[in-house]
């Protein structure tokens, strides 16, 4: 015979089961699942069978904004989807009350939303709030029609479990969607930064051989020439790779380009093949064919050249193009800093430098690299390798540097995402943020290694900003946008922990540099700003000039070799080479080594 002690322990454990037989379902349901409302609806199932119940909802809270939302409903009117304020309803009496709620009637309610005649057959009510992080993110609430259904606090601890999943379950969701939005931001980056380089490459060639042929009143021609860049930049605007690459190799089309340079400007081409050409993937052939394309553009309208020979070499890991030319050359330095090299428009100039950039970014997105070589009246080599494997398209494989924009102004964002986009590959703006109060929330989120801001901006400054961020993150690196160098908030930010400086006509390769400096975790202080800052140095009177001796010290330096070797190509101690840095660092007024390379030599 059994007794009564053996149907309760049987009921015990048979209760004990399905406690766990619904975690184990639920622990299955959040691996690898980020869909919220069918997690949310399994979770809410789970509790309700092991309550005894058949009617219960799930919320989402946001405190911040006084408002929860239904997102499940099950044995009640449907009311998901909905927001309402969290003065009402039982979500927002757990809010108040920051602890599990427990109802004999749902009479009991303030402001409840089950209407009649339904509302009169729910009796007993329980509530618990969702926390994640010490927050109340939501709510579990589970109704009963047994009038003589009473809620307890083991039922409370119970319902608390499968708000602990729920917790998980909303997190992930959120987690993941916010991972999404990062990857689409990212890759709409960089699909802009293609459009711009293919825009720029088949625009300027075209229009440099329309500008040649009107030279040379060749109307017919002229037209031609305009109808071909039209084509190629509606393709390009549709994401569809260069037309001479339709059917042809990477060689013909390379070809077929040559015969325009022949044609339009009436210069001498050869075309090398060295090894066995292979059959090179669609992103490769695109990319080394813009980069070709681009220098013979620069040879047709920038080099005075007679003669212009193409090579393409197929190594064993890599293809290498190259392209070489007889004319007038340039000091790329001088390029690079901005300076109109001879017989060159300032609108030349500006197309040159992006071209040269677009080269650079094009052989990085492959994992590649690009080596421009050139001497006034020498002429130009152009060198770009990628490998035949590269890793990822668009660098997937290579981490970039991910910087955070903050700015009140959408137009100000907006430009300094455009110019670091543009100028730097190995840039990603992952955000942008126009309430500088959000930047430190923003932050931990992101995980940013730069956080690029203004020092004058209402409410909340970049000295302020910068004290949050460190706060926070004793590593944050931020780099500030300033109008003056003497504006004393300058300094306050420096002490206060700010790496960069940057003033507001700052050009994008300069803001480049500062960002990517201080993403390496130097400081550098753009060139503009210490030429205004340092026109003084101690006690107020002119800088000194550098000697000889110091000047050979600063472009080794420059050219990032050690205190060793700089002391070896120099044939002096390096304590002499110490010596010299101090006196360099006197003189300019530069805070570090870091700094010299961004500095005019006085």
């Known amino acids: ?70 997102e499940v409903d099950l044995g009640v009117v449907c009311e998901a989807g909905r927001t309402f304020p969290l003065a009402e309803g039982v979500t927002g009496a757990v809010v108040r009350a920051r602890a599990p709620v427990v109802l004999d009637e749902y009479a009991q309610v303030p402001g409840g939303h089950i209407p009649e005649p339904e ?101 017919p021609a002229a037209r031609a020439a305009t109808r071909a860049a039209l084509a190629e930049t509606r393709r390009t605007v549709l994401g569809l790779g260069p037309a001479l690459l339709d059917g042809r190799s990477l060689g013909e089309a ?37 980069i070709v394309q681009e220098a013979l553009t620069n040879v047709v309208a920038h080099a005075g050249a007679r003669t212009v020979r193409a090579g393409l070499v197929y190594g064993d890991t890599s293809v290498t193009a190259l392209v070489e030319d007889d004319g007038r050359g340039f000091d790329p330095e001088a390029l690079r800093r901005g300076e109109l090299p001879s017989g060159r428009s300032p609108d030349g100039r500006a197309g040159a430098a992006l071209g040269l950039r677009g080269l650079v970014a094009r052989a990085r997105h492959l994992g590649g690299a690009v080596l421009v070589d050139s001497t006034p009246g020498w002429g130009t080599r152009v060198r770009a390798e990628v490998p035949y494997a590269p890793d990822g398209v668009g660098g997937a494989g290579r981490e970039r540097w991910r910087v955070l924009v ?138 000194q000039r550098l000697t000889p001796r110091e000047r050979q010290v600063r472009d080794l330096l420059e050219e990032g070799l050690p205190y060793k070797q700089v002391a070896s190509r120099l044939g002096i101690s390096i304590k002499t080479v110490e010596k010299h840095v101090s006196a360099v660092l006197r003189k300019t007024g530069a805070p570090s080594r870091a700094a010299l390379t961004a500095l005019p030599l006085p």
Not at 438 to 443: D, F, I, K, L
């Open 1 to 70: 015979m059994t007794s009564t002690a053996d149907f309760t322990s049987t009921g015990v454990t048979a209760t004990a089961q399905r406690r766990l037989d619904s975690l184990a379902a639920m622990a299955n349901d959040l691996a690898g699942h980020f869909e919220l409302v069918p997690l949310l609806e399994r979770i809410l199932r789970h509790s309700m069978e092991l309550l005894g119940c058949d009617s219960g909802s799930v919320c989402t809270v946001d405190e911040a904004a006084g408002t929860y939302t239904k």
């Open 119 to 219: 509302r009169s057959a729910l009796h007993g009510v329980i509530g618990v709030p969702i926390r994640w992080n010490g927050a109340i993110i939501g709510a579990c609430v589970v109704f009963s029609r047994d009038a003589g259904r009473r809620f307890g606090d083991d039922d409370a601890r119970l319902l608390e479990l499968f708000a602990a999943h729920a917790a998980i379950a909303i997190t992930n969701a959120r987690l993941h969607a916010q991972a999404a939005e990062r990857a689409s931001e990212a890759a709409a980056a960089a699909e802009r930064e293609r459009v711009v380089r293919d825009v720029h490459d088949t625009v300027g060639r075209g229009l440099a051989a329309v500008l040649l042929h009107l030279d040379a009143a060749e109307i």
């Open 254 to 290: 390379v070809g077929l380009e040559l015969a325009w340079v022949e044609s339009t400007a009436g210069i001498a081409t050869r075309l090398v093949t060295v090894g066995e050409p292979r059959v090179l993937a669609p992103e490769v052939a695109r990319q080394l064919y813009r």
């Open 406 to 543: 903050v700015h009140p102004s959408p137009v100000v964002r907006a430009g300094l995402v455009r110019m670091l986009e543009v100028t730097e590959p190995d840039v990603q703006v992952v955000g942008e943020i126009a309430d500088p109060a959000q930047a430190v929330e923003a932050y931990g989120l992101l995980h940013p290694h730069v956080v690029l801001t203004a020092l004058q901006m209402p409410h909340v400054d970049g000295v302020q900003l910068t004290s949050y961020l460190r706060s926070a993150d004793p590593h944050a690196a931020v780099v500030l946008v300033v109008d003056s160098v003497a504006d004393d908030r300058v300094r306050e930010a420096a002490s206060g922990g700010a790496v960069g400086f940057v003033t507001r006509d700052v050009d994008a390769g300069g803001l480049a540099r500062a960002v990517v400096a201080a993403a390496r975790g130097d400081q550098l202080v753009a060139a503009d700003l210490f030429a205004s800052g340092a026109a003084t140095s101690d006690g107020g009177g002119p800088v």
